[in-house]
């Protein structure tokens, strides 16, 4: 595990957790706008343990099957985000700072108790901005390069994923390949509804009617986006998401978009003709501005074929190694988080 190749940030979090025993509790304020890369962990962050404000549907109002066979959770956001939004008085016994590792358990064990998976798993990115992808697009994530990576989080990573084997969550990822791509081939291969908990809007792409959803943070919480989500944002279909970001640009991304090119008229051209490739075979754009869209075209969709195995999800209990938990909970002071996330997986729909 490469520190999850950490999605490297700057920035300063206007949230100010209290400690409640060992149980993180979060404000009900407001959060602060963030940069997109931030905005899913604080969201989840603020969430914590308030009062159910996310303007949710409740699992099984949006499908048939009632519940959702699979959360598929962005884990690098939340990861940062609770380093970020937990104060750094949470230490271990023996001075080691563990905030992030409590902020990110109590994150997920409240995630799982809201949406009521049957099965869930953490993707990480293994590298937040990989080389293939750079070298088609070389603005690809170029201005967070010299942002930096707190040092203090660092040796919390390897505490975290830990945690979460000896609890029993898999945790997937694939060297040089991002969590979204992880996400995006592991929803080509499991069962539906998926519910994928992530900030990153690429994600959309994937959305497949109710199937496929997406958390997606708000500033009064998590929004779950559809199809119907989609068409009332943006005016355009969930997977025409990633041809739309790269017409328009996305700042967050180092995508630079078509000169010209606006949310309007970008929703304008794929109502049109559809996609992208059915642009370019048409000859819209001038010739420069067709390279950029066939190289975006391959950098922009989460790559859905990954040789990847689909992780059990499940145990047949919890915690997956009870003496680890243990001593871990004795090590670091977390025994309440791991309590709580074994319990909350514990009671996971069949």
Do not use: C
Not at 117 to 128: G, L, Q, Y
Not at 277 to 292: C, K, L, N, P
Request: hydrophobic residues 40%; without cysteine.
């Amino acid at each position: 595990m490469s520190s999850l190749a950490l999605r490297s940030a700057a920035f300063e979090s206007a949230v100010i957790p209290a400690v409640l025993g060992d149980e993180i509790r979060m404000p009900e304020a407001g959060v602060p706008e963030l940069p997109l890369e931030h905005e899913m962990a604080a969201r989840i962050v603020i969430t914590a343990r308030a009062p159910s404000r996310m303007k949710l549907k409740p699992p099984g109002s949006y499908h048939d099957s009632a519940l959702p066979e699979w959360l598929l959770v962005d884990g690098s956001s939340l990861i940062f985000r609770a380093f970020y939004g937990v104060p750094q008085t949470n230490v271990a016994p023996d001075g080691t700072l563990i905030n992030a590792v409590r902020g990110f358990l109590d994150n997920l064990a409240r995630q799982v108790t809201e949406r009521k998976p049957r099965r869930v798993a953490v993707t990480t990115d293994e590298d937040w901005r990989p080389d293939w992808r750079v070298k088609l697009i070389p603005s690809y994530k170029a201005h967070r390069t010299a942002e930096p990576v707190p040092h203090a989080l660092e040796p919390q990573m390897p505490v975290i994923m830990e945690a979460l084997a000896a609890v029993g969550v898999d945790a997937v990822g694939l060297q040089d390949y991002e969590a979204e791509d992880i996400i995006a081939s592991l929803v080509s291969k499991v069962k539906p509804p998926v519910e994928i908990l992530s900030g990153d809007r690429d994600l959309f792409t994937l959305i497949r009617d109710r199937d496929v959803v997406v958390l997606y943070p708000e500033k009064g919480g998590l929004a779950l986006v559809d199809d119907d989500e989609v068409a009332r944002r943006y005016s355009i279909p969930g997977r025409a998401y990633a041809d739309f970001a790269i017409l328009r640009g996305d700042p967050s991304d180092g995508l630079p978009g078509v000169a010209g090119v606006g949310p309007k008229k970008a929703a304008d051209l794929i109502r049109r003709y559809g996609s992208l490739r059915a642009m370019i075979d048409a000859g819209v754009f001038r010739s420069a501005d067709a390279e950029y869209l066939e190289k975006a075209s391959r950098v922009v969709p989460p790559v859905a074929d990954l040789k990847i195995a689909v992780p059990a999800g499940r145990r047949d209990h919890y915690p997956d190694d009870p003496r680890k938990v243990e001593e871990m909970g004795a090590r670091y002071g977390v025994g309440g988080s791991l309590k709580r996330l074994s319990e909350a997986l514990g009671k996971m729909p069949r």
